[in-house]
């Protein structure tokens, strides 16, 4: 939820600057162009051009945020942090005991397999595959998005 409210704001800003530099002064028609995205037979492919500008912004950015907060910040976003969680490197995963893996080398998440991670899950996300419904197939929870990068997600060290 912590992610989702950072990310809106992103977005909100990210539309405001957009409606500020394109001189658009009414909202009720910004909104209903690129925010609610009603396409119909009368839109233009200007218009879809316009569309499809702002919503590869926005998945830029969230791919930043996530890039960032993987690779810069200590393997969480601000949401994982919360719940305890963050981002490892993982070659290999052996499970030791019911709900307990070991993994290796379970380092920190480099820069590349950071942006990996994070273009593969937001772009599936912005293609309509669920990308995360893989974990259900995977072992030890992993998404498909995690193999390719060679990452998984563990509950964070208390200690």
Known sequence: ???FFILFFIKAAVILTIMHFS???DI???AMHYIIEEVDEDTSMEDLQKMMVVALIYRL???LY???CIWGAGGATPGKFLLGLRVVTCDSSVLVAPNRVLVIPSTNV???ASTVRAVIKNFSIAFFFPAFITLLFFQHNRTAYDIVAGTIVVRRNMR
Do not use: H, R
């Open 1 to 3: 939820m912590v992610d």
């Open 23 to 25: 001189g658009i002064k």
């Open 28 to 30: 009720s028609k910004f």
């Open 61 to 63: 950015l969230v791919c």
């Open 66 to 68: 996530e890039i960032i």
């Open 110 to 112: 480099n820069m590349t």
